[in-house]
């Protein structure tokens, strides 16, 4: 699936993924 | 809290022990940023209650191209908040355990 990371120079890991769909309709 | 049109989630159960916690972030209303937004998704990241602040993370997030620059009190604004009812809950759960 289409899950990234990225790791800021401060040794901080960011994965990103699909926001779900569940979480979206939260609102 | 007040609505910046970025959410802020934890990514795992509060076990309330650990200082460090997975949190989630994405942008529901992009319209609510000053800068240009690509819709990335969710952005997990961990963050220390103890030995961090919102600003950080959220300046750390610009760098990494998820926001504009424009945004970045915006973004520290919405982890700050979620960051507050996080240690909010865990006080009154210490107290209410005695």
Redesign the interface.
Known sequence: S?ISQ?V???G?????????ES??QE? | AEDTGVRVELAEEDDCKKSSIALKLWVEDPKKLKGKYKDNGAIEFSYDLEKEVPEDVAQEMVESGFFHESDTKTVAKSIRDRVALIKWRRERNWSVKG
């Open positions: 289409s990225v800021h120079s401060a901080r890991r960011f994965i990103v993924s699909p926001v779900p979480r979206l609102k």
